[in-house]
């Protein structure tokens, strides 16, 4: 079964960064496409980026050239840098992997970021 297990979500101010990190078990980590979701207070889930198992990344146009995902696959890790962050950016970044072969989806339970002075 697989598990992901998010870190790192907190409150930090406008303009500030945070790294949100993931670790994935009972899985072959390679065989994933990883990412990061977020929902926030009374909206959809939005997806915010994904990684695959070589490196080849994808941004919502929200968060480009603001948001960085990488992922080391001995250590079964993805990790979300985030800068210049805003207060719209405020929501539960859930961690997500996607089997590359059966397309089935898995999520954490997500952890709270808020963006506020």
């Excluded at 990190?21 to 977020?38: E, N, P, Q």
């Excluded at 009374?42 to 603001?66: C, F, H, M, P, W």
């Excluded at 059966?102 to 339970?109: D, I, P, R, V, Y």
Aim: glycine share 10%.
């Amino acid at each position: 079964q697989v598990q992901l297990v998010e870190s790192g979500g907190g409150l930090v101010q406008p303009g500030g960064s945070l790294t949100l990190s993931c670790v994935a078990s009972g899985t072959i980590f390679t065989t994933y496409v990883m990412g990061w979701y977020r929902q926030a207070p009374g909206k959809q889930r939005e997806l915010v980026t994904t990684i695959t198992s070589s490196g080849i990344t994808n941004y919502a146009d929200s968060v480009k050239g603001r948001f960085t995902i990488s992922r080391d696959n001995a250590k079964n890790a993805v990790w979300l840098q985030m800068n210049s962050l805003k207060p719209v950016d405020t929501a539960v970044y859930s961690c997500y992997a996607r089997n590359m072969y059966s397309n089935l989806a898995h999520w954490g339970k997500g952890t709270p970021v808020t963006v506020s002075s």
